[in-house]
């Protein structure tokens, strides 16, 4: 039985097991659940001018991290080759919200103010989002989502 995915505009019909068109949301069960939950393919620490924000704590960094999956197809997409990429076709390190976290932390000496969610579309894999936005919260860390939406 196909069940829709109702997290962009695409809408995709998914049997047991296929993979949205965005390669991080998948039909598993009875729902559409995320694929790249705590699934890395990038983690560097940024100026946060390069987000871009000019006027958000200008001279600051951030530390970015990104997954894979999203629903757009640009070509001129400068992180294609990990938002475009799906499940096994990039290098991902799996990491706890918790270790994100405590990492975030450490960097603060280096400057850092937060986390930022970029490289990819984070919000194909929302729970992630939240889940570490609120972690982050608790450690009076500053959040960003880099988003095409």
Known sequence: MKIQ???????CNLEQGQVGICHGR?????EIVSENYGKLTALALDPIEKKPLY???PGSKILSIGSYGCNLRCPFCQNCDISMAGAGQIDVAVMRKEEIAEK????????????????NEPLIGY?????????????NLKTVVVTNG
């Open 5 to 11: 995915c109702n997290i962009c505009p695409h809408h």
């Open 26 to 30: 998948i039909h598993r069960g009875n």
């Open 55 to 57: 006027h958000f704590y």
């Open 104 to 119: 975030a932390l450490q960097l603060k000496r280096a400057g850092n103010i937060g986390i930022a969610f970029t490289y």
């Open 127 to 139: 729970e992630f989002v939240r889940d570490l936005a609120a972690l982050i919260k608790q450690c």
